[in-house]
């Protein structure tokens, strides 16, 4: 959802040390009035225009997003897909472009993947994928059964969910209308539109008309606790 005014003042009651923004950045007066509070504030650059970008209005770290990520792109200056980049092609350029810290996002799994970031010159990585198995996870029935099968090693992009490309593991809608259509409904619309296909389809245990984000690398998914987790990906920290 866009960030309103009214997300501001709700917001403001509890005064999170840290917001992160998708899509680039709210109107000056709201970045400003999160700011206020002492907010830290990050966004994600998927271009090294973007990461410039976000450096000239202020953010103060920025996510390079690459294009293996789950979910949506955080793509924001451009609507051409074939501008993004993958994630270890994108992080060393975006270190060198701002004087900024920047937190590697897309395709990272493992320990392994953690530590490949950080010797790019990462500050940090932003994980999710490899949580949505986690039983802390919101993750529906169907989208976890999905997670687990052969069928999350083939992931797109896709509008026909929410009307912005994001990234899911290939299904029928996906392979009958798109996986990018013109005739998606304008974000976030598309969801409404397919929200009665979908529920029906749930209902019978299929997942074939519900958004599956996953990014390309859903190996490292594991059926664990979040905190479990989060110390295995940071053991060679
Ligand atoms: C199910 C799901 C929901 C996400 N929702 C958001 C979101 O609301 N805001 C955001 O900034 N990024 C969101 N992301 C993207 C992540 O922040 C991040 O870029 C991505 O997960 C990193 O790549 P990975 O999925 O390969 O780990 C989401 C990712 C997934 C998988």
Same mark, same amino acid.
């Given at each position: 959802?866009?960030? #309103?005014?009214?997300?501001?003042?709700?917001?403001?009651?509890?005064?999170?040390?840290?917001?992160?923004?998708?899509?680039?950045?709210?109107?000056?007066?709201?970045?400003?009035?999160?700011?206020? %509070?002492?907010?830290?504030? $990050?966004?994600? =650059?998927?271009?090294?225009?973007?990461?410039? %970008?976000?450096?000239?209005?202020?953010?103060?770290?920025?996510?390079?997003?690459?294009?293996?990520?789950?979910?949506?792109?955080? *793509? @924001? $200056? #451009?609507?051409?897909?074939?501008?993004?980049?993958?994630t270890f092609a994108l992080? /060393?350029?975006?270190?060198?472009?701002?004087? $900024?810290?920047?937190?590697a996002a897309g395709g990272?799994?493992?320990?392994?993947?953690?530590? =490949?970031?950080?010797?790019?010159?990462?500050?940090?990585?932003?994980?999710?994928?490899?949580?949505?198995?986690?039983?802390?996870?919101?993750?529906?029935?169907?989208?976890?059964?999905?997670?687990? #099968?052969?069928? +999350?090693?083939?992931?797109?992009?896709?509008?026909?969910?929410?009307? !912005?490309?994001?990234?899911? *593991?290939?299904?029928?809608?996906?392979?009958?209308?798109? /996986?990018?259509?013109? +005739? =998606?409904?304008? @974000?976030?619309?598309?969801?409404?539109? *397919?929200?009665?296909? !979908? #529920?029906?389809?749930?209902?019978?245990?299929?997942?074939? @008309?519900? /958004?599956? %984000?996953?990014?390309?690398?859903?190996?490292?998914?594991?059926?664990? /606790?979040?905190?479990?987790?989060?110390?295995? $990906?940071?053991?060679?920290?």
């Open positions: 959802m866009p960030f #309103s005014s009214e997300t501001a003042d709700a917001l403001s009651e509890f005064k999170p040390a840290v917001v992160s923004f998708h899509f680039g950045l709210p109107s000056p007066e709201l970045l400003a009035r999160v700011k206020a %509070w002492g907010a830290k504030v $990050l966004s994600s =650059a998927t271009t090294i225009d973007e990461a410039r %970008w976000l450096e000239a209005h202020g953010v103060d770290a920025i996510i390079a997003q690459g294009l293996e990520a789950g979910g949506h792109r955080g *793509i @924001f $200056l #451009s609507d051409d897909l074939t501008t993004q980049v993958g992080l /060393p350029q975006i270190v060198r472009t701002v004087n $900024l810290p920047v937190i990272i799994a493992d320990a392994r993947g953690v530590a =490949a970031a950080m010797a790019l010159g990462a500050a940090g990585v932003q994980i999710g994928t490899v949580y949505l198995l986690c039983p802390e996870a919101t993750t529906s029935r169907v989208h976890r059964a999905a997670l687990k #099968s052969d069928a +999350a090693r083939h992931t797109a992009l896709t509008n026909l969910f929410t009307g !912005r490309p994001a990234r899911g *593991i290939v299904n029928r809608l996906m392979k009958e209308l798109g /996986p990018i259509s013109a +005739a =998606a409904p304008a @974000f976030p619309l598309a969801t409404a539109a *397919i929200a009665p296909l !979908r #529920s029906h389809a749930e209902s019978r245990g299929s997942g074939d @008309f519900s /958004p599956l %984000w996953s990014g390309q690398n859903a190996r490292g998914c594991k059926e664990v /606790p979040a905190a479990d987790l989060t110390r295995e $990906l940071a053991a060679g920290l």
